[in-house]
């Protein structure tokens, strides 16, 4: 009989299907016809081109090669009423959509509250994603 981790476990697994099997840089998908990644359940995500165009304008050139999409957004049993992003350009176009960036702070991680997800998602709805993790 399957323990109750487990059985919790593969139903995080279940609802995560949504997530890409493989993410890609910004670069790579403004040079794409049809920017799509491949999700874990073999169906595709497809980004409109100018949320791709906006990221763009939001980073230094150098920067476009490090942004991998879509930005996954953790939602995470531990930290009831805050998300996690995680990655030094994804937190910095997180920051810069909530007007919160600042120039001298650079961070690997960020928790916020989950009050701010509706912004952050109707600015970025092509190029964020919910993962649920389990902590």
Known sequence: MPQPDEII???IARINLHLPRARKSLAK???EDVPKVQLRDGSFHYFKKEELEYLQSLLDVEELE???LPIVLEITT???GYFRVRGKVEV???EKVLGTYDILEEKVEVTLPRYLLPKIRKTLPT?????FIME
Request: glycine share 0%.
């Open 78 to 80: 531990a930290w009831h």
């Open 9 to 11: 476990n593969k139903e």
């Open 29 to 31: 998908l403004l040079n």
């Open 127 to 131: 190029t964020t994603t919910y993962a």
């Open 92 to 94: 910095k176009v997180i």
């Open 66 to 68: 490090k942004l991998h």
